[in-house]
């Protein structure tokens, strides 16, 4: 079974650019998350998507942070500007409809800001 | 205070040793999960555990739900066991989404 693709796996950017990830989930999981990871701290969630609506986006900065899965399948997570504090890596994590199984995680976009 | 509390942070252990890392939660949960996370990123789910016992290989999961207090066990430690230790237990039943450790950083020399 293919895992969570991610891609990039690195980017680098000037603070005030803008930057987007790509996430392809595991074929027909319907639950799609964005988390970041702050460097020692652990992963937070960004936002929840169920086919192709959103569940909860309560944490997503939404002056900058903004995220959609139209087709209900991959997903982009953007940011624009970009802030210094950005720096981090952006998990991608599929489940299946239940909920109650294990996340398949992707390998993470690692983000640096200059 | 987190929800989610692992010890130690860091761990550095000799190839071969017995490792043991503690997870500690505040929240009412039926299930906890233990993940691995290397240093390129990728994060992978070791266990789901609800009671009791789990093992695969060398790793061991115990929970004990009254005491809110789960342990992962590495047996034989060996170099490429060196990853983050991250446990973390579910807002909710639906288990869609976690209160996260912020995780135990384990080195095994050779």
């Known amino acids: 079974e293919a895992g969570v693709a991610q891609s990039p796996r690195y980017k680098i950017i000037e603070k005030r650019q803008s930057v987007a990830f790509w996430c392809n989930p595991i074929?027909?999981?319907?639950?799609l998350y964005w988390y970041q990871q702050i460097l020692g701290q652990g992963p937070k969630l960004l936002i929840q998507?169920?086919?192709?609506?959103?569940?909860?986006d309560s944490q997503l900065p939404k002056d900058r942070f903004s995220a959609e899965r139209l087709k209900g399948v991959d997903s982009t997570l953007k940011i624009q500007p970009a802030k210094l504090e950005d720096s981090a890596v952006y998990l991608c994590?599929?489940?299946?409809?239940?909920?109650?199984?294990?996340?398949?995680f992707g390998d993470g976009t690692r983000l640096s800001i200059l | 205070k987190n929800e989610v509390e692992q010890s130690p942070q860091n761990l550095t252990a000799q190839e071969g040793e017995f490792i043991t890392i503690n997870c500690s939660y505040s929240?009412?949960?039926?299930?906890l999960h233990w993940l691995q996370q290397h240093p390129g990123g990728g994060i992978v789910s070791l266990f789901m555990?609800?009671?009791g016992k789990k093992k695969h290989g060398r790793l061991i999961a115990t929970i004990n739900i009254q005491e809110k207090h789960s342990s992962l066990h590495i047996t034989a430690s060996h170099p490429r066991d060196s990853a983050v230790y991250i446990c973390?237990?579910?807002?909710?039943?639906?288990?869609?989404?976690?209160?996260f450790g912020t995780g135990t950083s384990l080195t095994v020399i050779p």
């Open positions: 994590a599929s489940s299946p409809v239940s909920g109650r199984q294990p996340q398949h």
């Open positions: 074929s027909g999981h319907a639950t």
């Open positions: 998507f169920q086919n192709n609506g959103v569940v909860d």
């Open positions: 929240v009412g949960i039926s299930a």
């Open positions: 555990l609800s009671s």
């Open positions: 973390a237990a579910p807002l909710d039943d639906t288990g869609n989404q976690f209160y």
